[in-house]
């Protein structure tokens, strides 16, 4: 009988089983990840807004999340194409009843380019601004999306940011911006020159759990709502506590706020979403005036309504999220239009959040488009369904 000495396996067949083993491991990965794309109702994710997901606070190497995106043919409406994480991190500039004029941004970590583009607001000369939530800054442009500036770098300091989220512009050209996960609200000049910040963990006056949104009045008072410390409170410019309330009628407490927006009256309009799915309307003290909206899918109904504004003539938009478009209605709360779907069109959009307007009355929308898939072309299959 004859011994057959055992097999040996060269470094160089090693490494090619290795590399073999790791090829098939990332396929049936993605073809999990497809098929739970496929089996999904909803595009709708809100990882980047808690703090322990993988926004500036823990995001070591923000590189890794950035693929080579553009927009095919460089046609506006299009939409962007991936092979990796996806990029759908628009700017979308419309009239007031929603058709498009221009749009800016893509997926990256350079000047105009984004990772999580949230909150937005827009000064009296037309420069807008907008915050990203992974990248911890803020980017300045003029109104028709050429970059100017950017400011802010990961951090609890001054001019630091872990999460920015809405920001309001007062009468001087002052920048607020709520930050998120460090509980602050900061104060910048239009050059993004740090001037003061307020604010601390906790359920006191001027603390917050989850700042999302900022408001200022006519008389450059500050207005935010906190999240998870469902509540309004008032301040003056610098910062110094005024007044607070959490409810929108005796008995009904607030239940996930998100934005706030002040009318030309100093009227006070909050979004309130999760089951409670209103606007709920307030005098600059609190005391409630109003309410509309719900839970729902029809005209004047909302799924995860986020940012909110209004125009010189009270009108008031409201992006409803999850429903994936933006609702118009007037002071009162009567339904006037609405536009937006899902998709990559001219007025699609992926996950809306934030909303501004300038003093022509023209809309813009924040589109994060976070959406975790893997899609050769992402617009195409949206577009395809």
């Excluded at 790791?22 to 807004?49: D, G």
Aim: proline letters at 3%; glycine letters at 10%; charged letters at 20%.
């Amino acid at each position: 009988m004859v011994n057959t000495p055992p097999m040996k396996i060269s470094k160089l067949e090693n490494l090619n089983l290795n590399l073999k083993l790791v090829v098939t491991l990332v396929s049936l990965t993605l073809m999990l990840s497809s098929l739970s794309i496929l089996s999904s109702q909803s595009t709708y994710s809100q990882t980047t807004e808690d703090p322990k997901s993988l926004n500036c606070k823990d995001n070591k190497d923000q590189s890794q999340y950035v693929s080579n995106v553009s927009l095919v043919n460089g046609t506006v409406g299009v939409g962007p194409v991936t092979d990796d994480l996806p990029g759908f991190h628009y700017v979308k500039k419309f009239d007031s009843n929603g058709t498009l004029i221009t749009a800016w941004g893509i997926k990256g970590t350079g000047p105009g380019q984004f990772l999580h583009v949230h909150g937005i607001a827009v000064d009296s000369n037309g420069f807008v601004y907008v915050s990203d939530a992974e990248k911890c800054n803020i980017q300045k442009f003029d109104s028709e999306g050429n970059f100017i500036k950017a400011w802010g770098t990961k951090g609890k300091g001054q001019g630091q940011f872990l999460q920015p989220e809405s920001m309001a512009v007062d009468s001087k050209g002052n920048i607020f911006v709520a930050d998120y996960a460090n509980q602050h609200i900061q104060k910048f000049d239009s050059e993004g020159n740090f001037i003061t910040m307020w604010g601390s963990k906790g359920r006191a006056d001027s603390q917050f759990i989850k700042p999302w949104g900022v408001a200022v009045d006519s008389n450059d008072n500050v207005y935010t709502s906190d999240q998870d410390n469902p509540e309004v409170q008032k301040f003056t410019n610098d910062g110094k506590f005024l007044t607070k309330w959490n409810s929108y009628s005796p008995g009904m407490l607030f239940v996930h706020l998100h934005d706030i927006t002040i009318d030309s009256h100093d009227s006070v309009y909050v979004t309130d979403g999760r089951n409670n799915s209103f606007v709920a309307k307030f005098d600059d003290q609190g005391t409630f005036t109003k309410k509309w909206g719900g839970y729902g899918y029809g005209n004047g109904h909302f799924v995860e309504n986020h940012g909110i504004v209004t125009d010189k003539e009270g009108n008031v938009y409201v992006v409803d999220t999850r429903n994936v478009r933006i609702q118009k209605f007037n002071s009162d709360g009567d339904f006037v239009t609405k536009w937006g779907s899902l998709g990559c069109g001219d007025d699609q959009f992926l996950i809306p959040h934030d909303i501004a307007i300038d003093s022509s009355g023209n809309i813009y929308v924040s589109d994060s488009g976070n959406v975790h898939f893997r899609a050769t072309k992402t617009c195409e299959y949206y577009e395809n369904q």
